[in-house]
């Protein structure tokens, strides 16, 4: 499995799903966005990872990326590929499925801790602790 991440600030990483992918022996890949790497042709990959950053995706006047990423995105969605989509990684999932996304009241950066109900988790996301 060809699993391609994409990466919009330099502190972040993908956290414990490095390690699940290892694990699997599945390949990653990954784009910068913040060094302003090019997306890759989707026939490279089966997954999309799609992570947290500073921006949100209503912001494309000041991050012209943006656009750029969203139609990425809808090429892969159109391609049916798997996609799990972290933080702004949601925030682009929803903007490009047709969703409004707009400011939240409080800011949130990191990772926190969630409860999973995995009796309805689709079977990707499966490997995902309960806590």
């Given amino acids: ?38 997306f890759p042709d989707t026939s490279q990959f089966d997954w999309l990872i799609i992570m947290g950053g500073s ?6 006047d000041k991050y012209p990326v ?8 809808g090429k892969c969605i159109h391609e049916n590929k ?8 949601a925030q682009f999932l929803a903007a490009v499925l047709g969703s ?3 400011p939240g009241k409080e800011r949130e950066i990191g990772w926190f801790p969630i409860l999973i109900n995995k009796e309805n988790l689709p079977l990707p996301l499966r490997f995902i602790p309960e806590n």
Avoid: A, Q
Wanted: net charge negative; hydrophobic share 35%.
């Fill in 100 to 102: 409004k996304v707009y």
């Fill in 1 to 38: 499995m060809n699993i391609h991440c994409i990466i919009h600030e330099k502190y972040e990483g993908i956290g414990c799903i490095h390690t699940w992918i290892r694990n699997k022996n599945h390949s990653v890949t990954f784009t910068k966005v913040y060094d302003e790497e090019p």
């Fill in 66 to 73: 943006i656009k750029i990423e969203k139609e990425f995105i």
């Fill in 82 to 89: 798997t996609i799990l989509g972290i933080c702004l990684g």
């Fill in 55 to 60: 921006m949100s995706v209503y912001e494309e």
